[in-house]
């Protein structure tokens, strides 16, 4: 690395000292301007430029924060007094202390702890080569053979290129926010691009919208050509489904289930429960539960199954009981309704023999596709209906939660991104009785597998969409434009690095244009992310001119 200290580039002398910040006399106003020497470009001294300062044993690196002129010549400013004698102008700024160095060894960076340059130490301007390379030592691990670095935009101060480690950006999982139309789908689509084109390892994208159709061919809808089949889910899936949690009518249904699934399994001759034994039903059922997960049964007869069961123990086999099937009404009539929605049937794989099945996509993805590296799940065409969306993303996660404690992601990592995810995260679906199911899956992906391989990037418009268990796992924020205190205020308080000083950048930036904060990097970035080769579908529609 070049000399950082090269008086060609000297700015101005420190004259005030705090534990966060310096106060920087510039000698003459010329100083800000941007310049270049030998060939390297240099900001200047312009507010959220990085600077240099020069200490006696430690180099530091700042970021201004403030400028401003004494009293004396705030009065003096006119156009032509700047252009032609700028050396009658002495503007004094404020800095950030942001990291600090060896000055024999000025490539390796950490944060500050009690150390602070001095009164009169010389500040010089930050040159964009030598961001750069700081930039690059950022999330270097020991085994730095193995580090894999992409490009993924350069700092919006400057025009020093950010490469970044792919380990320190979702090794701890990794969440991308922003209002509305500040970015955040085209750094989605640049990091799955980024990943794929550099790396040997695979992305699954949940696209709740449709927009990334065009990032990959390798695509699969629900409720197109894709479905969730219904054998995969358990009895609780299935109050989740039908929105039942009362523990009578929870136990028809399940009792239900049961019974379709033992014809299924060719247990028992018909669902018919009036007059036999229920001695032999329980145990035919222990006898074949092992059975039970996976079992394809007829769904389109459990209404009426619903009705079979309700029946009361007599004293020696079943009778009708009239009061059961009164308090069950209810769930045989939304099932009832269920079974008409053409995309529910669809979605779940009912009476549709031309979709594929989901979990053998991923399955297949995973374990045998070796030419693509993304694979797209789209849900722009499944309905809001039954929070069946919900339910299918949740248990896609929950199968990719089991997948990964077999270790099979260890070797070669997988990545889930999750847009739009505010519509899948948080979510508790109501019952009738004003019970409620939480839906925790992807809570509990974030929670334990960054060990086991697997890695999850959330990209939602709010922080506050995140649960609180989940933002804390978050390891890495890319942070588009926020406006609201709150939102602002839960990026604060879930990175430690996330100060009032660097958070007031947020409200204005402009469209791709992001903060970077994350474990492995000491010190916050303020970058413009480049454009993707393949963007997503998410341009705002334009109002049109009447004829």
């Excluded at 009169?120 to 193995?146: P, T």
């Excluded at 935009?153 to 979702?170: D, M, Q, R």
């Excluded at 669809?346 to 993805?365: P, R």
């Excluded at 339910?391 to 896609?396: D, L, P, T």
Aim: charged content about 25%; glycine content about 6%.
């Amino acid at each position: 690395m070049n000399n950082p200290f090269d008086h060609n580039c000297f700015l101005g002398y420190v004259n005030e000292i705090t534990p966060q910040y310096v106060k920087v006399h510039f000698p003459s106003s010329g100083l800000l301007s941007k310049f270049h020497h030998n060939g390297v470009n240099f900001a200047g001294g312009n507010v959220g430029n990085f600077i240099i300062i020069e200490g006696e044993e430690y180099g530091f690196l700042a970021r201004i924060v403030k400028l401003n002129l004494p009293d004396s010549e705030k009065k003096e400013i006119n156009e032509n007094k700047i252009k032609n004698d700028q050396s009658k102008f002495h503007p004094s700024g404020e800095a950030e202390l942001l990291l600090s160095f060896d000055l024999y060894k000025p490539n390796k960076l950490s944060k500050i702890i009690c150390k602070y340059p001095f009164i009169g130490a010389k500040v010089y301007s930050c040159s964009d080569e030598q961001m750069s390379k700081y930039v690059k030592e950022f999330g270097k691990q020991n085994d730095n053979d193995r580090d894999i670095y992409a490009k993924i935009g350069e700092l919006t101060s400057n025009n020093a290129k950010c490469n970044i480690s792919l380990n320190a950006l979702f090794g701890r999982h990794c969440a991308i926010v922003g209002a509305t139309g500040g970015g955040k789908s085209w750094t989605v689509a640049k990091l799955t691009e980024i990943i794929s084109n550099q790396t040997s390892n695979k992305v699954i994208l949940i696209d709740a919208t449709g927009e990334y159709a065009n990032l990959t061919d390798n695509s699969v809808s629900f409720g197109e050509n894709v479905s969730f089949p219904y054998k995969y889910l358990s009895n609780t899936d299935f109050c989740f489904l039908f929105r039942e949690c009362s523990p009578n009518t929870v136990s028809v249904l399940c009792e239900a289930i049961h019974t379709l699934k033992l014809i299924k399994l060719k247990k028992l001759s018909d669902g018919i429960k009036v007059g036999k034994d229920p001695i032999i039903i329980k145990q035919t059922i222990a006898e074949n539960i092992h059975l039970f997960k996976d079992c394809n049964f007829d769904i389109k007869q459990l209404p009426a199954q619903l009705v079979n069961e309700c029946v009361k123990v007599g004293r020696t086999t079943y009778e009708e009981d009239n009061f059961k099937l009164s308090y069950t009404s209810h769930l045989i009539s939304r099932i009832n309704l269920f079974l008409t929605n053409r995309t529910m049937c669809s979605a779940l794989g009912i009476d549709d023999n031309k979709t594929d099945d989901i979990i053998s996509k991923i399955t297949n993805f995973i374990e045998k596709d070796k030419t693509n590296g993304i694979l797209r799940i789209s849900f722009e065409k499944i309905s809001y209906d039954f929070s069946i969306r919900e339910i299918a993303v949740n248990f896609v996660s929950f199968f990719l939660l089991e997948k990964s404690r077999t270790n099979i992601f260890k070797k070669s990592p997988l990545i889930l991104f999750v847009d739009e995810a505010h519509q899948f995260l948080n979510k508790r679906i109501n019952a009738e009785d004003d019970t409620v199911f939480s839906l925790q899956n992807i809570d509990s992906i974030a929670k334990e597998c960054r060990k086991y391989g697997l890695f999850l990037c959330l990209a939602t418009q709010m922080a506050r969409d995140i649960p609180i268990g989940t933002l804390s796992q978050i390891g890495t924020f890319i942070v588009h434009r926020l406006i609201n205190e709150q939102d602002k205020k839960a990026i604060e308080n879930a990175s430690s690095l996330a100060n009032r000083s660097v958070l007031s950048f947020l409200p204005v930036l402009g469209k791709g244009e992001a903060l970077l904060i994350g474990v492995d990097f000491p010190m916050p970035l303020l970058i413009r992310l480049d454009v993707p080769s393949t963007p997503p579908d998410s341009n705002t529609p334009k109002l049109s001119k009447k004829n």
